[in-house]
């Protein structure tokens, strides 16, 4: 009789038999062994099933056909999951702080407002900026909706920030500005009317409330708007322009 085992390495020529490393598994010859002659067993009998009664399940078969054994029915419903199964990997820990620079980075250089608004998003579902910082990113994401024409979602953008900083004459100036170009002139009026409120000496607020006055056929205040804004800031082109425009029409 010859024995045949798998090598320990294959491609090596060992194989371990009975303990015993030989070089060649093939050539192992194991050693005779007696005949023993067993009796047969009897065969056995199936026990008899009265008429309408049913057969009883073999022991250890868990499902309900008795044909299935214990193994096969695991094997169909499968072992049961362990405490890490179906768990998601932890996402990677956003910066909210790093986030918020690089949102404000994209309107310098190369950077776009698409950018800006996804750098301001993750900063600020991060969850852990700082009050004053979650301001300047709701103002910035803002700022970045409207150059992309998502006005809605700007006015929304502010209105949050303005209530982390509800006396902020910047954000209502620059909330105005945004009513203004969504031709809804008399919210707009009103949040330049509260940036001067707060900052009575803010040039931008008296810029953009002009604006909003021309597009009401108010050219009077329109005018002193204009020219106060000049007065205040004298170096802005935008502001220069449209003071001379109307003192020119005044003279």
């Not at 194989?15 to 010859?29: C, I, K």
């Not at 009796?39 to 499902?63: C, N, R, Y």
């Not at 700082?130 to 990113?137: F, I, L, R, S, Y």
């Not at 809804?184 to 509260?194: E, P, R, V, W």
Request: charged share 25%.
């Amino acid at each position: 009789m010859r024995i045949r085992f798998m090598p320990v390495a294959v491609g090596l020529g060992f194989a371990f038999v009975s303990g015993v490393l030989a070089a060649n598994a093939q050539d192992f010859e194991a050693p005779p062994v007696e005949a023993v002659v067993l009796e047969e067993p009897a065969p056995a009998t199936e026990p008899e099933v009265a008429p309408g009664q049913a057969e009883a399940p073999e022991a250890g078969v868990t499902s309900d056909d008795p044909s299935i054994s214990e193994q096969d029915a695991l094997a169909e419903t499968g072992p049961e999951a362990g405490p890490e199964a179906g768990l998601e990997p932890e996402p990677e820990k956003v910066d909210a702080i790093v986030e918020n620079e690089l949102c404000h980075a994209q309107f310098f250089g190369d950077g776009t407002p698409e950018q800006a608004i996804i750098h301001c998003t993750r900063a600020l579902e991060a969850g852990d900026l700082p009050e004053g910082d979650m301001v300047t990113a709701h103002v910035n994401r803002g700022v970045a909706y409207k150059l992309t024409g998502q006005l809605d979602a700007a006015i929304e953008d502010y209105t949050k920030a303005l209530e982390l900083s509800p006396e902020s004459g910047d954000i209502y100036t620059t909330r105005a500005n945004a009513f203004l170009e969504m031709a809804q002139l008399d919210a707009a009026i009103n949040d330049a009317n509260k940036a001067l409120a707060f900052n009575p000496n803010y040039a931008a607020a008296y810029f953009v409330r002009g604006r909003i006055f021309e597009a009401l056929g108010q050219k009077g205040f329109a005018r002193d708007d204009f020219v106060r804004a000049y007065e205040l800031a004298p170096d802005n082109k935008d502001i220069e322009e449209k003071a001379w425009a109307y003192g020119s029409n005044q003279n």
